[in-house]
């Protein structure tokens, strides 16, 4: 029997800028990257993503407005 593993869907948590970038790398299509509700300073990530139309890789909170990025602890914060 030949199974294709690269069909399978996954999510996958992250809470460091470390963590997201791993994560970013080996995503496949149909993939969701969940990153932890807290609030993260000064994360800088390009993206190379290798998603579809139809399998799109999914980048989310943990939950709704849980994830603040922010450039420095003094500045206004921004909600993903």
Do not use: R
């Given at each position: ?27 496949l299509?149909g ?45 206004k914060?921004?909600?993903?």
């Amino acid at each position: 029997t030949n199974y294709n593993c690269t069909s399978l869907k996954q999510n996958e948590f992250v809470s460091t800028e470390n963590e997201f970038v791993l994560a970013m790398e080996s995503a496949l299509p149909g993939d969701t990257i969940v990153i932890a509700d807290g609030i993260y300073y000064d994360w800088s990530v390009l993206i190379d993503a290798k998603g579809t139309p139809e399998n799109k890789i999914t980048i989310k909170p943990e939950s709704p407005n849980g994830v603040i990025f922010s450039t420095s602890m003094l500045s206004k914060s921004h909600t993903f």
